[in-house]
């Protein structure tokens, strides 16, 4: 329960520099009067501004400064909520902000807005609509319950009964569902880009798979093309390894043969043409010499001319000799020719055999190569966009996870979204209290001798029905009886509020309330009805019917005006 204590102010509106104090729970009942502008309203704007920054009445903020001193414009409110004690000062010129909880300045680092949510929801735990319905009936700028629009009526109820938690959760809700909606939107988006980055990537595979698969094809066909030439090369030189085979011997025993006999030969020759220098020699000597030329004897001329026809016959030996061994030299020279010719041909062979080799080795290293290559940047890049695709698949199974978290999460949400309308866990609350609302309302409408049947629906539509059973709305009715229905409808949100103890209050300020279109009777009954408050209700009666009211209250406030600046005695 809120008990208010005191409210003071300075520099507002006809108030002048010196602090104007009210004590609220000194009286349980207090008449406020004074002449017209003599500054009686003031207190409501007060209250008002303190603890909602906007007065009671439709003045705008900066008309709230004193004119005159047009400055230090200040209000505090002190009250308590328990065993917590707060004060609320607020002030223009300078602008001034604070709440003290049991003598300490709450945090106000945030924004002024933020700072006022604080007072709001978590200290007074009511709003601007709800303070003035259930503490203040006015008849300025105040606004009936009955006058309220349908969701206007539905928030003073849901403070009442302290349901307007479940607003600010379906207001979180929804916070909530728009992030999860983006967060849905983004995964989604996310899902799709990799979903055709792996329909891309299964698709590069198969072209990498397809055009592996030809390549490899036309590899197995170079492979066979060059297998078939490397079988022809291995051919060719077995046949010519055959062919070497037979040859070489043969060729090879011929050689060393007639190289050994021309070998001779040529020593034969060597050796005929000595003889045949020197019986040349010899035969010189005896046909230029007729002393031998070392004992100086006489040659005979039978001797001389017996030896010269010996050199002759000796040297006609040796040049047939000489003839038969050069005829036989050129028949070894022929064989050698053709020896060498048939040697030639044997080379030939070994040289293609090693071509054919050399050719074969580049071949088989050229069918490595191949397959080699061929596994190699093939099987690689494969792998590659297999691993690749590995991770796209992760990744896309990580978003259909959080997409189906997201999916679940908002079925969830809906549920608790359509718990939390108005026609869910808060309609099934005030069905509950309803027929205590009605009761409590037909009840104060009896003792304000308004005999009319009045009740509420679950939409706050009001069912009235009077006389004959006739069906009437609130416009229907005379302003002497809207204005019972007024003060009914606010003892019983008083009351609802007590029960509840949400928004429960000592303060109660009938802002001429007794001067509007009340008649005697009315007058009497309501004063009947302030009298059966609980003890702890503090009712401050604004009223210019001083003369009438006068002695009905425990305590009397009387406003006046000297020189423009509003006073009290």
């Known amino acids: 329960m809120i008990i208010f204590k005191r409210c003071k102010y300075r520099n507002f509106l006809s108030a002048g520099d010196k602090f104007t104090v009210i004590e609220l729970n000194s009286s349980p009942s207090t008449l406020v009067v004074g002449h017209n502008g003599s500054g009686k309203s003031t207190l409501l704007d007060a209250l008002s501004f303190a603890l909602f920054g906007k007065p009671h009445r439709d003045i705008k903020k900066p008309q709230l ?29 300078p602008n001034k902000f604070e709440i003290l909880q049991n003598g300490v300045l709450l945090n106000q680092e945030s924004h002024s807005r933020d700072y006022q949510k604080v007072l709001e929801q978590n200290i007074l735990k009511l709003n601007h609509k709800s303070f003035h319905q259930i503490v203040v009936l006015g008849s300025s700028s105040f606004v009936p319950f009955m006058q309220l629009p349908s969701q206007h009526r539905r928030e003073v109820i849901e403070d009442l009964l302290d349901i307007n938690i479940f607003t600010k959760m379906n207001v979180l809700l929804k916070e909530k569902s728009a992030k999860l909606r983006e967060q849905l939107a983004h995964v989604t988006y996310e899902a799709d880009v990799v979903r055709e980055k792996i329909a891309i990537q299964q698709k590069y595979i198969s072209d990498l798979k ?49 190289t050994k006999k021309k070998q001779t030969l040529l020593t034969f020759e060597t050796q005929i043409s000595g003889n045949i220098r020197g019986v040349v020699k010899e035969s010189k000597f005896y046909e230029e010499n007729d002393n031998c ?20 016959s000796r040297a006609k030996e040796l040049l047939d000799g000489k003839s038969k061994l050069d005829l036989e030299l050129s028949t070894i020279e022929e064989s050698l020719a053709e020896i060498q010719l048939r040697l030639k041909e044997c080379n030939r062979l070994s040289n293609t055999i090693q071509t054919n080799s050399n050719s074969i080795q580049l071949l088989q290293r050229q069918i490595h190569d191949l397959q080699r290559e061929g596994n190699s940047i093939s099987k690689t890049d494969i792998t590659e966009a297999e691993s690749s695709l590995t991770d796209l698949l992760e990744v896309g199974n990580k978003h259909a996870t959080s997409k189906h978290e997201c999916y679940e999460e908002g079925t969830y949400n809906q549920a608790m979204t359509e718990m939390l309308k108005d026609t869910g866990i808060k309609t099934k609350i005030i069905r509950q209290y309803l027929p205590v609302m009605n009761k409590l309302i037909n009840g104060y409408l009896q003792i304000l001798d308004f005999f009319v049947s009045f009740n509420l629906n679950e939409s706050f539509e009001e069912v009235i029905k009077s006389r004959h059973r006739d069906d009437f709305t609130y416009p229907s009715f005379s302003e002497g009886e809207k204005s019972r229905i007024d003060l009914a409808l606010l003892f019983t949100w008083r009351q609802i509020a007590r029960m509840k103890n949400s928004t429960s209050t000592n303060l109660l300020i009938l802002d001429e309330t007794f001067d509007s279109s009340l008649d005697t009777d009315g007058v009497d009954n309501l004063i009947k009805i302030l009298g059966t408050l609980e003890d702890n209700t503090n009712v401050f009666i604004i009223s210019h019917k001083a003369d009438v009211l006068d002695g009905k209250f425990k305590s009397k406030i009387e406003f006046y005006k000297e020189k423009n600046f509003s006073y009290y005695k």
């Open 293 to 312: 030329p070392t004992c100086s004897q006489i040659l005979e001329p039978e001797f001389k001319a017996q030896r010269t026809l010996t050199c002759k």
């Open 210 to 258: 397809k055009r592996d698969a030809e390549d490899h094809e036309k590899d197995l066909v170079k492979i066979a093309e060059i297998t078939q030439e490397i079988n022809e090369l291995f051919t060719q030189n077995k046949t010519a390894q055959e062919e070497l085979d037979c040859k070489q011997d043969h060729v090879t025993a011929e050689l060393n043969t007639a």
């Open 65 to 93: 400064v004193n004119s005159i001193n047009d400055r230090n414009c200040e209000v505090d409110v002190e009250f308590s909520i328990g065993n917590t004690n707060y004060v609320v000062s607020r002030g223009i010129k």
